[in-house]
């Protein structure tokens, strides 16, 4: 078992110092994408296909070139030498994947997905450029669209592209274990099919680029809202050959992002090429249809999975596959599935598993990680499963998860899967059934009969139901934390971790500020610059409080370390003789104190003279903390629900949030991020659906057809931490940002099935719109059949 | 999403403002702007001429005329949503506008604007059809007024010449005593109906439902007064036999299917929520 | 948006009063009001986050009460006083008791959407002294929010209440 970290040996650790992002926030001073003030800027508008698979036989932008305030239009021909490859380079390379894969920075002959731009107009006013887009011409031929991955997958269905000789991506079996003998003896063998579809990720901020070259220095500045900054100055400098020393990005304030910003597009390297070639700045603005149109979001798989288990409730094996729908390309990989794949045995014990998975190509949006990134669809079928094996087995569902939780003892639990990276999944940590007794006990799940007639006395049903998760977080292999005190006495923070509301800058900087003595508001953080860090991964599968959190701390150390050796030699005394407090060291008494800003001035170096102290100049110090394992963050979430039964109304009415996110930095901003995290989650389970019609024409393009939850939709959400820290950073921290994503489909679904007990009603999809639970409840008498939820 | 170029006036009297609509050949009248303004932002619409009439005080009011509420087109729905005189003659309108959008939209969305629009789900033509209201309408002209009953002219079309707008609705008091009530459903607080429910009624002396009106939302091209239901329930004591074969009545609509709502639900919900508003209109009666 | 609106033939000035100042720009008449308030106005703080009316972001006060500024043309605004986020607090040293409320209770996480927010909790504490947490609810379901769930802008919304009825004073 592991020693608990105690939290007061980490300084800053445990602590909810109010957020230093705030002030700016609140007052609306922040600099979000669209407010960087970049002068004489003009605006770009990308031209888009209707269709969603079509040849494009030619486009005449003359007319359009021709209108007011017009500056340039830019088809792909006209790009040719301002971009080193028509296609976007692959994020994150696998050796599996075909050529013929990636986006195009701008289509050419061929359009795949309705949005996937072919186009751009450059103009003095967007207004300018929207009116020129409408007036470029194109011949467009037709094409077949599919809009079902099930369809896709069989041989005589039409290719999205052309240049596919198949429109299976990947069909690859994950498996382990003997199945065939498992089902043989088992006692119990369940057949289930799901349809799971998880919808966009919608941060209120879309996405957004400016692009400014600066003829003196030659370099060539871009601004990017997006959670990969030092990936898209990889891929800005491949495509545009722009040297890497004369290219910056930077990220401004970023109004979420959710997995939608973590992926390199076409429009991030187009505008900064025709910035280039104009030499001028040019600004591109993503409005809320684009953002439905062309940002990466999840939609559907459908699974059809068997669970073979002993009278007693325990799972002998679980086999299977789903067929998952990924869009018209691949910008970055297919992790999503694989995901969901690998992650669906979850904190359960399963002997035997064998799944196979189809990925397919669809004449839609490509599909890349949304906050949860494939483990939500994987939980919600093992949840979904583990229910109706209780229910079969005549076993209490927490019961019946309780025999099959993964047992403390057993920890550290090496799953019989390997990562995509090839290395093994070892659940570092945690004690699945504590985190499930304690949400039991949260919800008072034991008295919920009492709750659920005082409901049926007001004509509802009511139902209760536990899910659990596990997640993988921490995604390696570094991140990069740069602590510098200044000689004007500034202390800043150079990391190449993101920021996106998380408030990952204060959380970093009460680390830093902890070690150094000064308050956290005296810590600036820079996050997501090129110019200032030079190495960086980002803000994504829950990664950045223990990578960049560890970097930041063994910085921070490091520099404390050096301020006691550099004041010691100064002062003529032993350095563990003083301390650091208000920005000096000093001895207890302050009768011997020196400040950190002269100390770093100190450190310098003057010429000719030694340094204070051996070593390199500078109090400062760059740490890039290395982790490939990933620490695993469970979870226990129980919901409450009531169900109207004649409208098919759902109201969620109470839940609970049991989270292991090992040690908190900072407690205040772990509770935000699990509301966050479960009221997306309810989002998925009851409102979003992304939806398109058989030939592939987006249907809910506007905030009034796709469905956000809003306030009155969400209880408060009743958070409780209960750390199983980890040994695999300092900090004992385990990630936070997705996890509370992953079991809130299963939790709410499952208490609607509850709440119907005894009206025969299995429910194996989400999102779950009362229409739908209508039909379910009381199929209507008619030869139409009602469409389902998501159509 | 940038309008398209656009001129705009802004006249400053009715008169003015007719003037501008009978010479210009594509105008919209801008009103709230609370549906207009997104279509405009989407590329939706594309008038040559906006003729905004937020500068014409005189189509803003909330008259008590006695034997019926007049009410101005520029009449704000936060206006009506916070009127006493509202509350006490004409409460079912009062219910429903609190039904209408946000707060947001509320403070800026007029009666006309609403009117005009003519979502099939909208809660101001609901309850405007429930009351028999009166129309009126002007143009360089002169003026005419129409039942609400034949101002839907089709699918979101009002019953409208290019060169006329719409400026008030009478609505005639139920007298004290009665019940009434509004109901709907939709998936979030605020959004659009997917199916509603208007029901007044009142008793006789002979503690008979001696008037009643029955009318639903959402559920075709524009509201529908269900007469058949109105006929079944009148007459009779209202009771729970009475209220479930109206609403029954009212489940048989014949209701439109979209990409998210088959017809059936539709009629699902017209009974359920004609039943509960009846149930609700009865509390509120005296008998 | 940076540079100053390109001026069209159908460009026209419009004068209106905001956060008490009197202040001017140009405008087509297509162009709605959060585009001039941040582009002609250099005002950055008003957000716009679907222009189709539904997410709130872009709200501020006209004459007072709330409105989805992307719903209004700037030429609308002529003659009205406006009020924006940056004019929520009385100076750049004062702190709006919703401010500092959202600040100790961590009601906002990327603060893109908390702009407009916060101007519709001004006026319902304008309005409405002592709200209880149904009201507050009602008054956002006219915003979107994808970070945090608001459950703690509920709860600053209430603290903010609380703060304001104990100085005696209601919001501006």
Known sequence: MHAERQLTAIPGMGASPGRIEDDTLLRGKACFLDDVPVPDALHACFVR?????????????????????????????????????????????????????????????????????????????????????????????????????????????????????????????????????????????????????????????????????????????????????????????????????????????????????????????????VARALDRPVKWVEDRRENFLTTIQERDQFWRISVAADRDGRVLGVRGGFVHDHGAYTPQGTNVPYNAASSMTGPYVVPAFSLRVQVAYTNKVPVATIRGAGYPQAAFVMERMMDRLASTAGIDRLECRRRNLIPPEKIPYTKPLKSRAGVPLVIDSGDFPALQATAARAIDYDGFAQRREASARAGLLRGIALANSVKPTGRGPYETARVRVHPSGRIVVHTGALAMGQGIKTTLAQLCAAHLGVEPQAVEVSAGDTGLSGYGMGGFASRQAMMAGSAVSEAAAQVKDKALATAAAVLGVSADELMLSQGEVHTPDFDKRVSLARLAMLLKGVPGYALPVPGDPGLDATVHFHCDAQAYAGSSHACEVEVDPLTGAVHVRRYVAVQDSGNLINPQIAHGQVHGGVVHGIGNALFEWMGYDDNAQPLTTTFAEYLLPTAPEVPDIEVIFQPSPTRLNPLGVKGIGECATLAVAAAVIGAVEHALDGHGVRITEFPLTPVRLAELLDPPALDTTAPSANL | MKAPAVDYVAPRSLDEALQCLAGADNARVLAGGQSLMAMLNMRFAFPDCLVDI?????????????????????????????????????????????????????????????????????????????????????????????????????????????????????????????????????????????????????????????????????????????????????????????????????GAVEASSDAYVPGWYRQRLARVLAGRAITRALERATR | MTSTMATTQNSRPVHLSVNGKPCQGMAEPRLHLADFLRGELKLTGTHVGCEHGVCGACTVLVDGVSARSCLMLAVQGEGCAITTIEGLAASEHDTHPLQQAFHELHALQCGFCTPGILMSLSELLAANPDPDEDAVRDVLSGHLCRCTGYQNIVAAALRAAQILRERGGHAR
């Not at chain 2, 979101?156 to 006329?164: G, H, K, V």
Request: with cysteine.
């Open chain 2, 54 to 250: 937020n500068r014409i005080p005189e189509l803003a009011y909330l008259r008590d005329e006695g034997d019926s509420v007049r009410i101005g087109a520029m009449t704000r729905q936060r206006d009506v949503e916070f009127s006493d005189m509202v509350r006490d003659r004409l409460p079912i309108l009062r219910e429903a506008i609190l039904n209408v959008g946000h707060r947001q939209t509320r403070n800026r969305g007029t009666v006309g604007g609403s009117l005009c629009q003519l979502d099939p789900s909208a809660e101001i033509p609901t309850i405007a059809m429930a009351l028999d209201a009166q129309v009126h309408v002007a143009s360089a002209s002169g003026t005419r007024s129409l039942a609400m009953a034949d101002f839907p002219a089709g699918y979101m079309t009002p019953a409208l010449e290019a060169d006329e707008m719409l400026v008030g609705v009478s609505m005639r008091p139920w007298d004290p005593g009665h019940g009434w009530s509004f109901l709907e459903f939709s998936r979030r607080h605020g959004d659009f109906a997917i199916a509603s429910a208007a029901v007044l009624l009142s008793f006789g002396a002979d503690v008979r439902v001696d008037r009643c009106s029955i009318t639903l939302g959402g559920v075709s091209t524009a509201p529908v007064r269900m007469a058949q239901a109105e006929q079944a329930l009148l007459g009779t004591k209202a009771e729970a036999a009475d209220i479930e074969r109206t609403a029954a009545l009212c």
């Open chain 1, 49 to 273: 296909s209707p269709h969603a698979h079509a040849r494009l036989h030619g486009v005449d932008a003359g007319q359009a070139r021709a209108m007011p305030g017009v500056v340039a239009v830019y088809t792909r021909q006209d790009l040719f030498g301002h971009v080193t490859s028509w296609r976007m380079p692959l994020g994150f390379p696998l050796a599996a994947l075909p050529e013929n894969t990636t986006p195009f920075a701008l289509a050419g002959d061929e359009v795949a997905f309705v949005g996937e731009a072919y186009a751009v107009v450059v103009a003095r006013t967007r207004h300018e450029a929207e009116d020129a887009a409408a007036a470029v011409l194109a011949e467009f031929e037709v094409l077949p669209a599919i809009a079902d991955c099930r369809r896709a997958v069989h041989d005589d269905a039409p290719r999205v592209r052309t240049e596919l000789t198949s429109n299976v991506l990947q069909d690859y079996t994950l498996a382990y274990g003997d199945c065939d003998a498992a089902f043989a003896r088992a006692d119990i063998v369940l057949d289930d099919d799901f349809r799971v579809h998880r919808g966009c990720g919608h941060p209120m901020e879309g996405r957004g680029v400016v692009a400014m070259p600066d003829p003196a220095t030659g370099m060539l500045t871009v601004w990017s809202s997006t959670q990969m900054a030092h990936e898209l100055h990889y891929t800005i400098a491949h495509m545009l050959d722009q040297p890497e020393d004369r290219l910056r990005v930077i990220t401004p304030d970023v109004g979420g992002g959710f997995g939608a910003k973590f992926m390199i597009y076409p429009e991030e390297i187009v505008v900064p090429a």
